[in-house]
């Protein structure tokens, strides 16, 4: 079957599909944004500083392990009902956490969200290369993009203002509206055919991936706080999830139907483009986590300045990235993401000066110059991994893409966070103001170490774009037939 036809926008024959891809994406989108500004109300209220890290570590290892079953099904399956089933967990996770009454539970329940988001993400952009050729997704790019704009405001600008005159529950109830929107849109409007396949779902592999990110992630988080390194669950935690690890190479060796097929891991395009989208992971959720916060603490502001600096970061890189296809398309997507990874590095490099007596607005000029790398990086490392296969992998490689982000952030965030509690000595701070038990300066020294590694990040992102296979701009009428493909229309 040949991608369908029809024009590329939202009166086209495929602008309901492309409808529920947005509305979909924006579940993603406002969420990994909503709650950084409300960290310090979230505190105040349940407490745990040294725990918040976990916020985001449990939803991000929760999207990680279920991302590469979640693509898996989605090749036996068919895109649809994966994308239904993750909106509905996605809504369940989102209300238990407005109703969280600890910091504990709210962490168990951010992992049910990451449950959800471990299939809207990788299936909005397995339907996206689907439904649209690669020079139509250079186009696509612009509405998909427009979605991260409109959410990098609209994201820590709810989370900001919810937290100062409401509460910081609502940030997770605003999303209920919007995930019955975007499941209406998509069950309604969205058709595939094709013949379904035995299903033959690699649990072990699943089962052994998930304990071993788990008491990775745990290991590092945990390290120097609840254990010191040296002692003997410091070291056996990590050692355990090592030995897990290579585990599950060897169950992946033998199993019929691999929820990693490690035959992917051989190919340069799809073992680059991975490294660089976990390294835009940790990025991501470093400056996500920690910028609101220093903004607030260090320089003093409230929640609602501390959300427009970090919505510079999300918004730079809608703006780049809907021109990243058009880019694309006349230099090729290597280069394209090559001159990304620069101006990441270059954005980052600005972070270092920052102070205590830095402006918000300086702040805010070098996210904005991060997010405008960022869009010209991710996408086109994405588009490149899924134009290296044909339809009965897709659903694998891009979720093997969202995989690498998922870990880099789940990862990232546990080692910045474990640096961060390290520098304070366990101090926590309890609101969004100076007035917290940890001094704005301490916050700010501790906060530049957390800086200091995103530079290196953003080196390894560099060198990742340099290492990718050299290639040539996609023709312009190019369909990509394939003949695994079944019928999607609108």
């Given at each position: 079957m040949s991608v369908?036809?029809?024009?590329?926008?939202?009166?086209?024959?495929?602008?309901?599909?492309?409808?529920?891809?947005?509305l979909s994406t924006a579940l993603v989108a406002i969420d990994a944004t909503v709650i950084a500004t409300a960290v310090p109300s979230v505190v105040a209220e349940l407490g745990g500083f040294s725990q918040f890290p976990w916020l985001f570590s449990a939803y991000l290892l929760a999207q990680a392990v279920s991302v590469p079953v979640f693509g898996k099904l989605a090749d036996v399956f068919g895109r649809k009902p994966v994308m239904l089933v993750g909106i509905g967990v996605f809504l369940l996770g989102s209300v238990l956490c407005g109703a969280a009454w600890s910091m504990e539970s709210l962490i168990v329940f951010r992992a049910v969200?990451?449950?959800?988001?471990?299939?809207?993400?990788?299936?909005?952009?397995?339907?996206v290369g689907d439904v649209y050729s690669v020079a139509e997704r250079a186009k696509v790019q612009g509405y998909i993009a427009g979605v991260w704009g409109v959410s990098s405001v609209v994201g820590p600008t709810l989370g900001g203002v919810f937290s100062e005159y409401t509460s910081w529950r609502w940030i997770f109830f605003v999303n209920v509206p919007l995930c019955l929107v975007a499941a209406a849109a998509i069950g309604w409007r969205f058709h595939e055919r094709r013949e379904r396949r035995r299903a033959r779902v690699d649990v072990l592999g699943a089962s052994v991936l998930t304990a071993a990110l788990t008491l990775l992630v745990l290991g590092v988080l945990e390290g120097g706080q609840a254990w010191a390194w040296a002692s003997v669950p410091g070291v056996g935690v990590l050692a355990a999830g090592g030995v897990l690890l290579g585990l599950f190479v060897l169950v992946e060796r033998r199993a019929a139907d691999p929820v990693v097929p490690l035959h992917l891991l051989r190919r340069r395009l799809l073992v680059t483009t991975s490294a660089a989208s976990a390294c835009i992971g940790a990025v991501l959720l470093a400056l996500t986590s920690y910028v609101p916060t220093f903004v607030q603490v260090s320089l003093g502001t409230g929640p609602l300045v501390a959300g427009f600096a970090l919505a510079a970061l999300t918004l730079g890189w809608p703006v780049s990235a809907s021109q990243s296809g058009r880019v694309y398309l006349r230099v090729g997507m290597r280069t394209t993401a090559v001159v990304g990874a620069v101006v990441v590095l270059g954005g980052c490099l600005l972070l270092l000066p920052l102070g205590t007596s830095s402006p918000v607005a300086a702040v805010a000029g070098a996210s904005f110059v991060i997010g405008l790398g960022m869009g010209l990086t991710a996408a086109p490392t994405l588009i490149a991994a899924q134009s290296a296969v044909g339809w009965g992998e897709r659903g694998v490689v891009t979720g093997l893409n969202m995989f690498?982000?998922?870990?880099?952030?789940?990862?990232?965030?546990a080692v910045f966070g474990a640096v961060v509690n390290a520098s304070l000595g366990g101090r926590s701070v309890e609101s969004g103001s100076a007035g917290g038990s940890v001094a704005p300066g301490e916050l700010s020294d501790a906060v530049h170490l957390v800086f200091l590694g995103v530079v290196a990040l953003a080196a390894v992102l560099l060198l990742a774009v340099v290492l990718m296979p050299k290639d040539r701009p996609p023709a312009p009428a190019r369909q990509e037939p394939d003949p695994d493909e079944a019928a999607v229309t609108a």
């Open positions: 369908t036809s029809g024009g590329v926008g939202l009166r086209s024959e495929r602008g309901p599909v492309l409808l529920g891809v947005m969200q990451g449950l959800g988001a471990g299939a809207v993400q990788p299936m909005s952009m397995t339907i690498a982000r998922s870990a880099g952030s789940a990862v990232g965030i």
